[in-house]
Structures are given as C-alpha cells and as structure tokens.
C-alpha cells in the first residue's frame, strides 16, 4: 500500500450502546431479505454458458437394474451430457461417515427416487425434461418399509447400542406398579424453502469452485475432490447463506454440489443443479421416524424406580448419520428426569426409502417424547397433576443427578424455568378452569400440559467440537471476519459479527462477516447440533483478542501505554487519557509493520465419551427451557387448534435476545408442524406419496397461536464458560412443543376423567385425535398401524 | 405481442410462447430474482408478486398472486409489481420496514414473498387502531387471510404478525409508490391489446377474447386448445409434470363471464369471476359457503382460481361443489352459439370426467336463492387450516316445518370418484319427522351412499366417521333451530 486511505472523521454514532453484544440487533441480511437482494444460489449471477444439470430417478425401491437404455435422453434437443455412476472419476461413494450413499446408483436400487444417472443441457426445463425419458428394466423385490420387516430380517445401517444404570432388572420387578408403553413417532421434511442447490465452476488444473447451499462446506469439499480424485487443495466451496437448513444440508447437499462438480470439470462449463420441490422431497432425507417402548415401575406416589427403554429408529437405506442420531435419542431418554436404575437400548434398522438424517434436535425430540409420555401416563394410573409428577422426578442434585451416561446434571436452570413458568402462565388456575369447561362442553375438550427440555450441548463425535476463524483489518479500520459457521437464517453471522465488535470496541457497520469459504477457515465443522455460536463464536473472539493484543503491544512500545489501560470502545482506542479512532491505530500499525490478519481457534473443553462403556461427559453443558400449551379439540372431527402457549427458555446471556427469541418461536412451530399436521406417507411400494406443499402441510400463519408469550430466563450466565456465557438456542426449542402433544392427550382423557391414557401415534392428525377419542372406552396404549 | 407494466417499465411481449410463468420470465429472463422459486405449485407463496388492474369504476386495485403459476399472456394490460420495486428513494418502504423492524426474515427466502402479501393486505386495508379485543381478532383474521399463502419455515409467523400490527393504523396515504397512482392509471388504460385469434386446429399461442361470441369462435376452431382463468390448476400440468400447454385461450378477459348478479331466482356467477369476489357476494345468501371459501386454499389461490375451474376440474377433493350439489345449482353451459343449462349433479360423469363436450365450455353457474326457512350447513375437515385439501367437505340444505323434512341435499367432497350427493340418506329424510331416531338411522344411509377411498389424507374409515359425525350434527343443529323458530313463531 503507498497511499493510506484518508480517514473521515465520524460522528459517534447515538445509540452506540446498542451496537454491544446482548442487544436486539436485527439480522444482519434483513435489509437484503426485504428487499430481495439477497442472493441465494440460483440468484448468482451466471455467465450465458451456464448448463443445467438434473437427475434421472429410480421408479422402484428395491430392485436390481437389468437394463438402462440412456439414447434417449442423449438424444433431446438441448443435452449435452448424460453421466453414470461409471463416469464418476474418482470415488464413488459420498457416505459422511460410513459407506452406503453412492452419488448415482450402481446396479441396485436402495430407495424410491434413487438418482440413476445426471443430465446436462441447455437448460433447466431441458434437463428435467429429458431426466425422464431413460428406458429402466428392474428386477424388483420387496422393500422393507417398517420395523416389523427390519427386525425379522435383521437389517440394520449400524449396530445396536446399549446404556445401562443401576439394578434396573430387579427393580423393575419388585417395583409397586407398572406401565407399558409403545409410541409410533413420526418422521419429518425439512421443507427448507430454498431447495438443494449447487452451482459449480471450472477452475484451473481441474480444479473447480462450488457455490453450495450448504451447512458443512468442508464436507463438501471433501467429497467434491474426493469424486473428482483432486486434493482437497484444488476445491473451493463457497456458502453465503441458505434459505432454511434445519439438518437437511448437513449431508444432503453433497450429492448435487458433487454432481455439478463432475459435469463442470468433464465439460469445462459452469454447471448449476437445483431440485424442483418435488424431487427434493422424494430424494433427500428426512427425520427419523421412531417406535419407542417402555416398561417402567413406580412407586403409588409416581415417582419413578427404573426404566427398560428401546428406541428403534428407521434410518432409510444407509447410515447416513443415523449413528449418532439414534444415540442422541438415547442421550435424551431422561429429558429432564433422574432414572434411578435403567437400560436403554437403540436400534438402527434398515429400511428402503430415502435415508433419513440430520433434522433440528438430531434424535433428540424422539428420545424426549418417549419419557413425557411416562410422566403423563404415570400422573394418570396415580391420580396426580402431570406437573407435579414431573417436578418429584426432575434431576435434583446429590444422588439424583447422574444421567443414564453417568455425567452428573448441575443446572439450577431446570427447576427454575419449570416454577417460574408454571407461575406466569397462571398453571393451577387454568387446570381447574380447563376442568370446569370439560364438564360442561360437550363437543369442544379443552387440554393443557407442560413440559420441560433439557437438550445437551456439543457434538456428541468428540472432534466436530471445534472452530476456526480469520479475522482481517484494513487499514481504513473496517474489519472483515470469516468463520467456519453457515448462515441459514439463525443470525448466527450477526452474533459473530456482535461478538467481534464487542471486543474491539467497534460499530457493527465495521465488522463484515463474509461468506463462508473453505480456502479462508479450513477443516471446519457442519454448523449443527446448535453449535454455530458457541464454537465459531469463541473462535471469531479469539481472533479478535490477537488482534487487539498485538495493538496493546503496539501501543506499549509507541506511547508507552500501559496494557491494562488501554480500552477499545465507541469506536476509539483510549489510554490513559490519550485517546486515537480505532482506524488512525490501525494505520499506524500498519505503518509500523504490525499484522492486521489473525485466525482464531476454539476447542469444546472438557467433553468425552466412551461408546464401549456408554459412559462419560458428552455434552459440555444443557440448555433448558419449559412450555405450557393449551389446546381445544373437536370431538366430531379430532380436529384441533393451539389456544395458547407460554414459554420460557434459558440462553444463558443472551447475545441478541430478538434472535434467540426467533430461534424459540419459530422451533417450537416447527415441532408444532412435526407432532400435528406434518405426515410423512409412503405407499406399499415405498413411494412417497407426501411429496408436495400440497399434501404435505408445514404449520401455516394461522397455526400461530393468538397468544404466544416467549420470555427469557433471566439473570441465568451459562455456567459453563462459553463465549459471552450465552447458551446453545437453536435446536432446543423445537422440543418445547412436546407439550401440545401432551396436551391433546390431556384433553382427550378428559372424555373419562382423566382415568385412561389415551394412545396418540404423532403427527397427532384430526384423524389420529379422533380415533383416540374413540377408544378411550377401550383403553388405548396399542400401537396403531401405520397409514395405509 | 402484448403490453403491460413491469414496476415503472413498459413491456411489450411476444405472446407466442404460452406456457411461459411470469416467475420464470422474471427470473430467467429479466434477472429479478427477488421472487422466490420455493414450490412451483402455489403451495408456499414465495413468488408473491402484486398485480394491479384498472377496474370498471377506474380504480387500480393490486391483488397478490403466485407469479410461479401465472401465464405471462394473462398479463396484458396489468401492472406487476414486484419486491425490486418497493424501495423509494432509497428508503425502505413501511411494509419492508415493519418487516425488519420486528425481525419478521430469518433465512430470508420467503421474506419478499411476504413482504408482497403484507403490501396487498395493507393497500387494501383501511388503517385501523388495534384498541379493542374485537378490532385486533377482526385484522388478526384480515391478516392472517391475507398471509394464508405464504408459508415460512423458520420464524414460527409471531415477528410476521407483529409487523403487520404494527402497520396497521398507519396512513397509506404517504406511501410513495401510490402518489403517480393516476398516471399509472392513464398509461395502464392507454394499452390496447390485440392478439391473434385461434382459426385452425393446430393453432398454437395464448388467446385472450373479450367477448362470448370471440371466444365460442376460438374454442370451436381449435377444439384441442384449453381454456384459462386463474390457471391455479392447470399450470401444475406444465410446472410439476413438465407437459407442454401450446394453446391457451384466457376467460378473464370477457366481461360477460366477470358477471356477478342476483336474478329473479338464482344468483348468476360467471365462468371468470375469482373466489375471492365470490367470497362476498355469497355471505348475505349463504354466510356458511362463505366461511368455507376463506379456507379454499390461499388467499393469492383465490385471487386467480374462479368457482367454474373448482367445478370444471371435476376434481372429487374440490371444496365449491359440495356447496353447490346442496344447494341444487346449475350450470350453464355453451358450444358455439347454443347454450344448455344442466344440474351440477348431471355434470359429473367419473373420475374427472365431465359432460362437457368439444369446444363447450362452462358459461356461468346459477345458484338458487334462498327460501323460507331453509337451512345451510357446511364444513371442511383437513390436517390443516389454511390451503388444505379436504380430506371431507360436507355441505347441507335443508327446510324444515314443524320437525317434518320438506327439502333436504346433501353434498360431499372426497367421498366419492367426484363430488356427489347423498341420494339415500336424503331419501330417508325426505318428508319425514326429524328426530333423533331418524338422525342416528343416517349413518346406515350413509354407508351405503359412500364407498370412500383410503389416501394419504385420511382413512376411508375416517372419512366414513366424520361425515356421519358431521351430518347428525347439521340434522341436530338445525332441529334445535327449528324447534327455537317455533318456539319464536308461539
């Protein structure tokens, strides 16, 4: 640089307080998002060469390709290439973790929809059109779509896993009673609106570069080069922003950015892939859909004495990441209970539909469920509120803290968030006013129900606990920081952004968090399991901290400064008495020939687990919350609405309070949609028949409830020391809405006084209430068949 | 070549390819890619663009639409709006600024979608202060309405619906995109379309006649072209299952099928009057038909889809015919210069499959007025509120006097390969005393007027269920209101 850029004098800006980390900036892409200049991947600016690539999908679940008659995709109009999975020049298989998702079909067919080959032409209309015009013969057998078949063929993606507390065999016998209980928990599409979308460029010495709606740019990475037989060194992948992730761009978008890959570099063109709605519904995964089961003893007060727990996840056709789905299912058996003595079992069964994945609370939500059902359940044999039930078997400390992982539970939170809100959404009051007006509707049933979340925090794959950042200050004092987390719509890009701010005392217009690129952070990891802001965040603040220490050292040596006096803030650098813009000490360490460039690194302290002994300190802290739901059921139809629902939730000190209460509305609305109107149906020959916004119905405006009233915990620092002692938000939340669940049992054992426990397979549709209703004569607790 | 205006442009486009989406075109061709592809279904609003239209009194009047399931030839003569425009003199427009203000975007890529339906809404709203309990539940409906189309996976709405509070007593007066309103009015009305008319088979292009004769002509020279009004249906044939629709003609055009009147015994609805309008001109009538309109998909759906496309599809999940099986109405149908007049009930012949023979065409629909002591029931059970299907729709007509059945229809939707009515169980009641003997017995009667189907959307015992459950409701209901006129009339 010969000409330093000449600095304006600005004014402080007004409101500079809140600039600070702890305040409700809006999301830094809102003007953008407003606007519509927000660019996600098929808004990029092509050149006119671009070609579209789509791909060819299998017309059976389970069957064996005798013959594939591709001349007539070949020959449309418009196509330029047509590949197979013999094209692919590198590996073949883009499994995260273990092998078993091919990028195209070898000769077996796994699942209904299962990409066969990829399509290249002129453009998108002509890519579809010709994906359809291949010539398949099969050789078909019958798929596995249920537990049943999974289990008499013993077809499994992993094996099984086993935690186990205490004398739990013996105490369940001589427990004084018993309860027995099967759940059927349904699965879920992400319907993130922005569908799967790679766009891909040629780049020198085969290499290439891939804008990617991704939440783990490095995964893709990887398997880009490793499809492509490069180095990792000679690809770039590139993620500005997603339109909504929720999990289903953890693995799942890998497939289209490796696809787009190939045919960029075999073609030497700019290569976009983006699926149309429909497709994406059919090809990528989904949440797991569980059956759970217990058998449990008690005591005739309901306080719990042990716990035989099975969870049987249905994983689709590879493993995928079901692993470490269906362990955090088990981790999160007990929610917020203390198990005295208890075996939890998890199974990963094989089944031919797509396979399922990452999917906000990754397990987490089916194990929770299975347990909030006990505590209904119990309250119900004994005669006694499910609140209080749930407050005598919360984790209380000394001998009932140990979780069924053997990690003792410390969190004051727990207890807290339970009582407060049981106060504040006026609990008792309401039960016995709910009670009055059971008795005298007759047609509208009217249910109430709280219940807790206590959801662990960290990557539960030890090393995934990681961060890196790059921080860059110009010489004009504006800052550019880059980070290893994706933005999907969390504001996790602002937190950074607040954080980084806060630390050198600087406006946000200062500091730009860029897109995340895997040649400015490397070997980063997915932004899931609600960790963006936690490790990046840390990670982004240590970058920050070297670059204010080389200036205090700079200051030290130039004006004899001393360290623990000089102080960045309002936009100034300020020491005794002294005072200089934060940008005229940048230039001036510029000048100097001091760095302005550092990276920043975090590691989760403390965590561990070890699988052969299923014990250990997984998480390195819980975040915990509480939800009361109020819901009025029509016993003519089982059709249902939410009336209200109180909410408090515990993020440690907040960064920004209005995006933590985003994350809490909006995941709560998404478990709304999963426990009532989101059915996920496939057919006897294990197509997805739900495959559109038409048949598939995510929570619409009028699902809102008309009161919602989201608080905060308040005066709660994580204990824990993570960045700024925030906590964890976005996957917590989506649990909070067990509780409608839970309270549309309520309300339909009110039809007997509350004397029976209703059996309510989710998503709880009109049709599953009304068939619950039905049989409160017969007493429920049946497993009811899956839908036709 | 068509014209209208695209924001401050004028466009002239060539009509020959018909099957073009206005979101393609805005996407594709023009690079405004602040719609949103989410769906291509209409399912999920985040292609809501405004389009506005110069209305017979000569107000301009802006209606949200899904721009992925519109036809650029339906175009003509309109004024699209879309979300790169709002920005004035580089400020944030109100809409967009209660939207940031409240946090109403996380991901983003619904946000201009509803940032397009807050528009709507707000535009076609009076500002009004939120004060009372009965006001704020009155535009927490509007709203709500108005938004039923757009779906957003990520805020849970709450940030969406405390925007639009806080729009809502403010002026729209000030608003800078309405200020050149008459000039916009004035170049909106000085466009004079023109577009080649259909003469053979193989004619290929988007037509769009303005009066009956024109389109009788068309339709009887090219047989094999299909006919377009909101094209909510339709349009899925190109965007989900790829196929061609080379020969469109357009209905929305022709001011004899935008007719909307009370007769001397039926009120007359033509083939292209939207669902919408429909909405309020049948709550004085029918307030339950009504009511279940504002449940008929979304509200952009409404905007476009007409009552005689609902009909027409002869789709067996369709909401409107249910209604209209009950309430005994006609349709009218045309060919060339003959006109017919059928019973809605003679119109269906199978699954998807009408009377409806080459070149005829739906001309208007005639529902009968209201009698004395008639009684209108209707209801729609679906897992979702707001732009479902049904897995039922139930519709009910009856006249009682003195507990004695003097007319009764009874209309279902998803019973049956197409909608139909309840022949048995109606005769069961017909001329009988209504009690709850004869109100249980219906639920045989039932059983055998309807063999439904188990879907994704319900089982056939469900269906079987809440239809019954339904029914002896509408029978119970209208007893105790019979027994209260009574009572009124002692």
Redesign the interface.
Known sequence: MRKMPKLQSKQQPSDYKQQHAGH?L??E????????????V??L?TPANVLHAYVGMAEQARATITHMNLQPVRQMVGVVDVITIADVPGHTDIGPVFPGDPILAPDQVQFYGQPLFAVLANSY?TA??AA?LAQVEYVSQQPILDETSARAQQATVRPPHTMQRGEWTSALKQAPQRLQIEQCIGGQE??????QAALAYPAEQGGVTVYSSTQHPTEVQKLVAEVLGLAMHRVIVDTR??????GGKETQAAQWACLAAVLAVRNQRPVKLRL???DDMVLTGKRHPFINRADIGFNDQGELQALKLEFNGLCGCSPDLSDAIVDRAMFHADNAYFLPAVQITGHRWLTHTTSNTAYRGFGGPQGMILIEQVMDDIARRVGRDPLNIRLDNLYSGNDRSLTPYHQAVSEPALERVIRELADTSDYWTRRDEIGNWNRQSK?YKRGLALTPVKFGISFTVQHLNQAGALLHVYIDGSIQINHGGTE????LHTKVAQIVAAELGVEMETVEVTSTRTDKVPNTSPTAASSGTDINGQAARNAALTIKSRLIDFLQQQHQAKAEDVVFANQQVNWNGHSMSFAELCQAAYMARISLSATGYYRTPKIHYDRSSAAGQPFFYYACGAAVSEVEVDT????H?LRRVDILHDVGNSINP??D??QI??????GLGWLT?E?L?WGNEGRL??D????Y????????P?Q?N?QLLTDSPNQAKTVFRSKAVGEPPFMLAISVWSALRDAISSLDDYRTNPSLDTPA???RV??AL?SMDNHGNTCAKA?? | MIEFMLNQELIQWDATVSDLTLLQWLREERQLTGSKEGCAAGDCGACTVLVGQVEEEGQLKYRSINACICFMGSLAGHHVLTVESLQQEGNLHPVQQALVDHHGSQCGFCTPGFVMSLLGWWWNTEPQQLDSEVNFANHRHEVEQALSGNLCRCTGYQPILLAADSLAPRSRADDLLLVDKEKLIARLTAINNSNAQPTTSTWQGFYSPTNVADLSLAYTACPEARLVAGATDLSLELTQKLQPLPSLINLKQITELNQLQQQERHLVIGAAVSLLQMESFLRPYYPAFADILTWLGSRQIRHQGTMAGNIASASPIADTPPALLALDSQVVLQRGSQQRTIALSDFYLGYRQTVLRPAEFIHSILIPLPVARQQFFMAKVSKRKEDDISAVCLALSIVLQSGVVQQVAIGAGGLAATPARARTTESLLQGQTLDHNLINACGNTLAKDFQPISDFRASAAYRRQVTQNLLQDFLQKALSHDALTQEGAA
């Open positions: 409700n809006h999301h892409s809102a003007v953008l998002h407003v606007t519509g200049k927000a660019r996600y098929d808004d600016l209309h579809r059109c359809q992400h319907f993130y609106l922005e569908g922003r997603m339109g909504g992730g929720f149309a709605r429909r047609r999907m719509g969390q504001g003519l139809t089982g059709m609405h209005a995006l209460q985003g509305e909006g995941g709560f609305i998404q109107t059915e149906v028949q739900t559109s916004g038409a048949s119905k995510i929570p619409a405006i009028g699902d809102t008309t919602f989201v549709t009109p049709e009304l068939w039905q839908s036709e």
